[in-house]
């Protein structure tokens, strides 16, 4: 059976079952099966290619994130950050809402997850908003949309997970991702000024307050100082470094605000195991979803048509590239859609003579954006169910927001050097730049 045709095989059985509600790696599973029936790749091939998937160092990143984000909220830690937030932002128009935003830009440096940023601001600021009088619809909408800023700033999960797959400088990537990050924390901010609910506005916090407020959590917020120091000094890997994140908060941050905890550390140690465990079987999976589309020569078909429209023009590859990763992303969580696409990724890349770090944040910030869209949008759908209000309802809240969102993925597309200039002169080996001849300063590429 011609290729083409085990393609659009292997992409029906996957999306039948997806929408049957089967879960997302035994859809993708059942997919490679009937590839792998209909052409002439053994089962035992595709096992390996399982495998293969998961075996990868800079993946073990990922449950040590995971355990700071759980670690930070059972012991209630995060309360002290909430109420930073709103001493530096709750007197301005929009009140809890730019809380929620701020409070988000805080706690994603520390987690590095979108679905444990939903959790712990639904927990922590959703009933205060409702009891101040906001729409459930637009405490969805908020909450959902601040929480995709896990997906860009360090310690991104899905930035380490592009990082391992593609080849490419996780650290590199954490640097490009807190321009847009930012962009996107301060878009929702002059958005919730001028166009959400004015909510309670409180009065504005004293100098004192605020003082005695950073330094109530000082702690916690010693965490993304350990992270991004140790891996910008060279000191830790990303995973060397969500490792001292989790020493410093079991051995102090615990011990000096929530003594009680303790007895309840080895369950948030099982918790995040058993949550790490759904991304990697959907990683292994995905993996040799990708793996039997470049073996049948599906990204070649679909680089090719890409190319026949853009030729060689960075700007419209990359343009093209976020309009199919925002419709697989609509569908697909990040973590897989990065996998099964990655031949597509690089070949495009190289392609366009594109900084593979840039092409990363530009997809990333693509992929965040597709989990509060329809039909699928992952954190909207959990925001919604946290809330307690309808998906439609909180969907219709989201819409003007996605203006943030691609005004951002815009920027980022271009103006790369804007982007790429905190890599650039942090780490200017990540994105390409290499030492000069001359022995003084690097020489980065256009």
């Known amino acids: 059976m011609s290729a083409p045709i085990v393609l659009a095989l292997m992409t029906i059985c996957f999306l039948s079952f997806g929408y049957l509600g089967v879960p997302v790696p035994f859809s993708l599973m059942a997919g490679v ?9 053994s089962l035992a091939a595709i096992i390996q290619k399982i495998f293969d998937g998961v075996d990868s160092e800079a993946l073990l990143a990922i449950p040590f994130f995971l ?5 930070m909220s059972s012991a209630n830690v995060v309360v002290r950050i909430a109420n930073l937030s709103v001493s530096l932002v709750g007197h301005i128009r929009g009140g809890l809402s730019q809380v929620v935003v701020v409070f988000s830009m805080f706690f994603s440096e520390m987690s590095g997850s979108t679905t ?35 997906a860009l700033v360090p310690p991104s999960i899905t930035a380490v997970v592009y990082g391992a797959v593609g080849n490419v400088s996780i650290a590199g990537l954490f640097m490009a991702g807190v321009v847009p990050g930012l962009m996107i924390g301060f878009g929702l901010m002059i958005y919730c000024y ?57 051995l102090v941050v615990i011990p000096a605000l929530n003594r009680g905890h303790i007895r309840k550390i ?42 026949s429209i853009a030729g060689n023009d960075p700007h419209l590859i990359m343009l093209l590239m976020v309009l199919l990763f925002t419709v697989v992303g609509d569908f697909i969580e990040p973590v897989p859609t990065i996998i099964i696409f990655m031949p597509l990724v690089n070949a495009l890349t190289e392609a366009g003579d594109i900084n593979a770090v840039h092409m ?10 597709g989990l509060i869209t329809p039909p699928y949008g992952l954190v909207l759908l959990m ?20 203006l943030v969102f691609l005004g951002t993925i815009a920027f980022a597309i271009y103006f790369p050097s804007v982007v790429l200039w905190l890599p650039r002169h942090v780490l200017p080996e990540s994105v390409g730049c290499f030492k000069s001849p001359a022995g003084t300063g690097y020489i980065c590429p256009q």
């Open 33 to 41: 099966f009937i590839g792998a029936l209909l052409s002439d790749v």
């Open 67 to 71: 355990l700071v984000g759980e670690l």
């Open 116 to 150: 444990a940023d939903v959790a712990v601001m639904s927990r922590a600021l959703g009933g205060p908003m409702k009891r101040e009088g906001y729409e459930p619809a637009f405490i969805a909408a908020i909450i959902a949309s601040a929480s995709t800023i896990a």
């Open 194 to 250: 001028f166009f959400g609910p004015s909510g309670l506005r409180k009065p504005r916090a004293p100098l004192r307050q605020v003082v005695f407020a950073a330094g109530d959590a000082a702690l916690p917020l010693m965490i993304p100082v350990i992270l991004l120091g140790g891996i910008l000094t060279g000191w830790f890997t990303p995973t060397e470094a969500g490792v001292v994140a989790v020493v410093w908060i079991v």
């Open 266 to 307: 080895p369950y948030d140690f099982c918790l995040a195991g058993l949550i790490f465990s759904l991304p990697l079987i959907t990683i292994g999976a995905a993996n040799a979803f990708g793996w039997m589309l470049a073996y049948l020569r599906g990204a070649t078909y679909i680089a090719e048509l890409i190319t």
């Open 360 to 369: 990363g944040v530009v997809l990333i910030a693509t992929l965040a954006f």
């Open 383 to 402: 925001a919604s169910k946290f809330v307690g209000v309808s998906f439609a309802k909180a969907l219709r809240a989201a819409l003007p927001i996605y």
